[in-house]
């Protein structure tokens, strides 16, 4: 049915239009790459809310309540998002909605992405879009917004209005964002140095306090162009914060000293001569920076911070060329710019804070993994020694028939009369009491009450329970304990059809160097998911192919690519999921077994040396099922 009334082209600052002492709706959101808010689900922003309530300097760790969240922490102090597993540090604030809007009812507008799955709009738009939609327009432009898109309302599509491609877009109900009651302060702050309590000790504790420590000092310093100090001679240095456009907040650390020039420096020195560093020499990129300040000088800090303050900082440093002298520590620079692993970030950011407290370091540009080998011609790739083939291909995987669920579960389980007083841990109900599928499933000759106990691990259950779990997997003819995770038979997976290549090539890995090396290929296209996989009939992404990964060319490493090959033969080796580094849905993942991807390196920690990686990933193979009592002479 055609919505009646005029389109409506979106005004800037159209305004919401409420008192400041009215109840909010907090939404919580994240800087990224393009500059653009994203806001954090409803489930996440009430966990956030919950987390501040407690402690307003507090982390918040995201993977609590979502599990593809599992590696990201938010510093609430710093107003930062925190990768634990890459370093990337961003932006994230606190901005605040009409009740009566989109998120204070629960509404979500989404638009279809390339691979089939939804994605949410800014939150802004979706405003917007809801506010036309309750006014009963039949259309809207986001041309105003920022995007050059057409929302039709009838046809619940957007179009780009330069190549004309229409998406589809749907509104569905989710759960209300939290409200909060009161005026909206302009800035709520805390003392820096403050102390609510013992930390806690354990590993990611200690990661966050100190990337927090790391990210004041970073955000201390981006407020003014230039660091002052004492006379530098010949050598002299100097950092230089560069500003971006996004950042609209307020200082952190408030002016605490007055230097040349009448500016105002958020870091003041004690003790020590005064004088100014200078800028002079070549590029970080090319050469290590060296910053030195005095030994006497003592750093003064009187912290605040702001819980609507956006933005993003980079951090420059210059050098003149020359010898680093001896004794300076050299800490590696990665993470500077947003992205790296964790520890060459902390590195960089632990060499601010020594430079601030008038520590000498040297900053050095860290090295880049190196992920592949020297080329190779293909007359130097050879057969790996002892396997026949090449190449191995798999396509779609057909369900083997004659598996009766009955049948399955019957083959490896043993009656048992004397039952123990404890719960059967798939339905939760006493051993001893009829399975909680009664009512539910009915098989022939296996009543509710019936209980097996598996040959190998001797865990008991009702049969009635195994069966229905055995429906939902793979219905391969395998049983897996869910108990103690001993496999039954011979377990296969979802992986989708591709190729797997293996060969030796004429060059060393780090820690082998008296071996070449075995390079394993593996390439799997996009593709459409079938019944075994989480969105039958949507389409699934396959990034990153094909993936190159290693292993020694020795006894052990022939044996691991033995087990490889079987594993990739019963599709175990990738499964389709969403992806713990993208947060991408519906695209191919690792299934549980952990590859050697970078060749020359192990600054990623998927390379080399590495010497009990060929023992663990033997471990892993046999928790698939892929044992070495499977290789045969």
Not at 59 to 70: D, F, R, S, Y
Request: aromatic share 6%; hydrophobic share 30%; glycine share 10%.
């Amino acid at each position: 049915m055609a919505r009646p009334g005029s389109g409506v082209l979106v005004s800037m600052g159209g305004g919401l239009g409420y008192s400041p002492s009215m109840a909010r709706v907090v939404v919580w959101e994240w800087l990224n790459e393009h500059g653009r808010w994203r806001p954090y689900t409803a489930a996440v922003c009430h966990h956030i809310e919950n987390v501040l309530k407690g402690d307003a300097r507090g982390t918040v760790i995201l993977g609590q309540v979502e599990a593809q969240l599992t590696p990201y922490v938010i510093d609430l102090q710093s107003m930062h998002q925190f990768r634990q597993d890459t370093g990337t540090m961003r932006p994230v604030q606190r901005n605040f909605y009409d009740p009566s809007s989109a998120p204070g009812k629960g509404i979500v507008w989404e638009w279809e992405n390339d691979c089939g799955s939804w994605t949410a709009y800014d939150m802004e738009l979706c405003v917007s879009i809801q506010n036309a939609y309750e006014k009963q327009h039949p259309w809207l432009d986001l041309s105003s917004l920022g995007f050059g898109y057409l929302v039709d309302f009838d046809g619940m599509s957007q179009t780009n209005r330069q190549s004309q491609r229409k998406r589809r877009i749907r509104r569905r109900m989710d759960l209300a964002y939290p409200l909060i009651a009161g005026s909206i302060p302009k800035s709520q702050s805390w003392p820096v140095g403050t102390n609510s309590g013992t930390p806690c000790t354990c590993q990611q504790c200690l990661l966050v306090h100190s990337t927090r420590a790391a990210s004041n000092a970073i955000l201390a310093l981006q407020q003014k162009r230039k660091l002052y100090g004492t006379e530098g001679g010949a050598n002299q240095t100097a950092a230089v914060v560069r500003q971006s456009k996004t950042f609209a907040g307020t200082s952190l650390w408030s002016p605490t000293a007055t230097v040349a020039g009448g500016h105002h420096n958020n870091i003041s020195t004690g003790g020590g001569g005064g004088g100014k560093v200078g800028m002079s020499g070549a590029n970080f990129p090319c050469t290590p920076a060296l910053v030195t300040l005095p030994a006497n000088h003592m750093l003064t800090i009187n912290g605040q911070n702001n819980l609507n303050r956006p933005g993003t900082q980079r951090i420059t440093v210059t050098a003149p060329r020359g010898a680093i002298p001896p004794g300076v520590p050299a800490l590696p620079v990665k993470n500077l710019t947003g992205s790296g692993p964790v520890h060459p970030a902390l590195a960089g950011m632990t060499g601010i804070l020594m430079c601030a407290a008038g520590l000498p370091v040297c900053l050095t540009r860290a090295p880049k993994p190196i992920l592949h080998p020297p080329p190779v011609n293909k007359s130097d790739l050879k057969p790996v020694p002892g396997i026949n083939s090449i190449r191995r291909k798999t396509k779609k995987k057909h369900i083997r028939k004659g598996k009766n669920p009955e049948d399955v579960v019957r083959r490896y389980t043993e009656k048992t009369k004397m039952l123990p007083d404890e719960d059967c841990t798939i339905c939760m109900e006493r051993l001893t009491t009829a399975s909680g599928y009664e009512g539910v499933l009915s098989f022939k000759g296996i009543k509710p009450e019936m209980v097996g106990k598996l040959g190998k691990c001797g865990h008991m259950y009702h049969l009635l329970c195994l069966v229905a779990m055995y429906n939902n997997g793979n219905k391969d003819g395998s049983l897996q304990c869910p108990t103690c995770k001993a496999i039954y038979g011979e377990k296969t997976g979802t992986q989708p059809p591709g190729k797997m290549e293996y060969h030796v090539i004429p060059h060393s890995l780090p820690g082998y160097s008296e071996t070449k090396t075995i390079r394993i290929v593996y390439d799997i296209p996009a593709g459409i998911q079938t019944s075994e996989h989480p969105n039958p009939g949507k389409k699934f992404s396959a990034r990153g192919f094909p993936r190159h990964c290693y292993l020694p060319d020795n006894e052990q490493g022939r044996r691991v690519l033995k087990l490889l090959i079987m594993a990739w033969d019963r599709h175990l080796i990738f499964t389709i999921g969403t992806s713990s580094t993208t947060g991408e849905t519906d695209t191919v993942v690792w299934n549980e077994i952990h590859h050697k991807t970078e060749f020359g390196s192990n600054l990623t920690g998927h390379g080399y040396p590495d010497p009990n990686y060929l023992d663990n990933v033997m471990r892993e193979l046999a928790a698939q099922g892929v044992g070495e009592d499977n290789l045969k002479d």
